[in-house]
Each structure stands twice: as structure tokens, then as C-alpha cells.
């Protein structure tokens, strides 16, 4: 149940006074002792309990927010203490030839990149937050072959 739904509000503009208002005219249009539906109105005093609490709101809208979370190189069950490592290996008419290896230690994801063409060897490593996404470090090297 999204509350945000349940109290016919956007997310976007939802402020104190704006919670409070649309709480009063949804909770005295489907009061039970005013005819209304008990389970619609439980659900709205919900939505409006936890909304109208500053610390229960952020906590609530913190959750929501990852849902949308798309831990695409994380194995969100072996996120700490997990080491995870994937070498992909490419190499197209003995010209150029690139190797990926992928490694996750607690809360960083390390992926080293090693390019070979014509002779000339370009190493990357991106060090990369896995909760944030952000870059946190990234090194580049060229050599001569």
C-alpha cells in the first residue's frame, strides 16, 4: 500500500499542512459512524500516522526509494564478506584483445579493465561504491607492449 495513493497525494508536494488537509476531508468522508468503509478509513489513518510523523515519513520514503534499487552487479544476499570475481576475455584477429575482472569486497565493487591494441596496453580500474554508485576512485595506465 502506498500511502502517498491512500491519502490521494503526489510525493513531490506532499508538506505537513497539505497531509494534514487531505487526511481531514478523506477521514470525514469515509468515517465509519459516517457511513463509511472501516477498512478504507483504518488504511487512510495509517497512511496519515506515519506521514504527519517527520521521522516516520523519512523512514517510510527511504524504504519506498529502494525498491527501485537495481543492484545489477551485487548479489544483495552476499553483500558483505563476499568475494566475486568474473574475467571475460575477448581478443578479435590477435589485434586487439580486452579482459574485464570483476571484484566485490564489502561495499566496493572493483573492476579492472585491460585493453591490448596494436601493441599498446591500456589498464583501468574503477573503484566503485555498490550502495551510492559513485565513483570513488579510477585509475588509468598506457604502456608499450
Request: proline share 2%; charged share 25%.
Amino acid at each position: 500500500m502506498d500511502y502517498y495513493t491512500t491519502l490521494k497525494l503526489s510525493k513531490d508536494h506532499a508538506t505537513p499542512e497539505t497531509i494534514k488537509k487531505q487526511y481531514k476531508k478523506l477521514a470525514l468522508k469515509y468515517h465509519p459512524d459516517r457511513g463509511g468503509d472501516q477498512a478504507l478509513f483504518q488504511k487512510i489513518s495509517e497512511a496519515y500516522e506515519t506521514l504527519s510523523d517527520s521521522d516516520k515519513k523519512r523512514q517510510y520514503d527511504l524504504k519506498n526509494s529502494m525498491q527501485y534499487f537495481n543492484p545489477r552487479f551485487v548479489d544483495v544476499s552476499n553483500i558483505f564478506n563476499y568475494r566475486n570475481v568474473k574475467n571475460h576475455t575477448h581478443q578479435f584477429n590477435n589485434i586487439y584483445q580486452s579482459s574485464v575482472k570483476t571484484q566485490i569486497n564489502d561495499k566496493v565493487k572493483t573492476e579492472t579493465t585491460v585493453e591490448i591494441n596494436n601493441g599498446i596496453k591500456k589498464t583501468t580500474i574503477i573503484k566503485t561504491d555498490i550502495i551510492t554508485g559513485k565513483v570513488i576512485q579510477r585509475i588509468q595506465s598506457i604502456h608499450q607492449s
